[in-house]
């Protein structure tokens, strides 16, 4: 007695195998969320620019050089004098308290995409409170350099 045909046998192995790489991309994906995050960013089409100025709220920062230096390319090298311009960023005239920021908010920073905004608001949230910058180090996906771009910007309030 025969319970499949081989055609059948072969489509149910071509669905397992399906579902075997199905799983294994996930995996992937939460071993790596920032390489992951930057793949996304690939076939998304660029940020649409507001026509009319709008004024920024005076309690959030803005990222340096957005609004007046156009995004390189990854591929052209910048030159040398301009890497050392931005290896020390300049702190921003307001900072985010990252006990109190929102998701929107943190996503202002630079380096940080929406999928890093979350974790960071949800390891506050599961973690409590930061007690210091540092302390970002228990978010999945930052790293200590990340961290250390970071620390012009924020703040701990007490």
């Known amino acids: 007695m025969v319970l499949y045909t081989r055609r059948q ?11 075997g790489f199905g799983l294994a991309i996930g995996h992937w994906r939460r071993a790596n969320p920032d390489i992951a995050d930057s793949l996304e ?11 009319p100025v709008l004024p920024r ?3 959030v920062p803005s990222a340096p050089g957005s609004d007046s230096e156009p995004r390189r390319s990854r591929r052209g090298r910048p030159p040398a004098e301009s890497t050392r311009q931005r290896s ?6 307001d900072t985010i308290d ?9 996503t202002r920073l630079p380096g940080v995409g929406r999928a890093l905004a979350r974790r960071i608001v949800d390891a506050r949230d599961a973690g ?3 007690s210091q910058v540092d302390e970002l180090g228990r978010v999945r996906g930052l790293s200590a350099r ?3 771009k970071l ?3 924020v703040t701990i309030a007490r």
Request: hydrophobic fraction near 45%; proline fraction near 16%.
């Open 98 to 106: 990252l006990n109190r920021a929102t998701t929107d908010e943190l």
């Open 151 to 153: 620390r012009a910007f």
């Open 57 to 59: 709220p005076e309690n």
């Open 41 to 51: 960013q690939l076939d998304r089409g660029p940020a649409p620019t507001p026509s």
């Open 128 to 130: 409590g409170p930061f």
């Open 9 to 19: 046998i072969i489509v149910l192995l071509i669905l397992l195998a399906i579902a």
């Open 146 to 148: 990340k961290i250390e």
């Open 88 to 93: 020390a960023p300049e702190p921003a005239p």
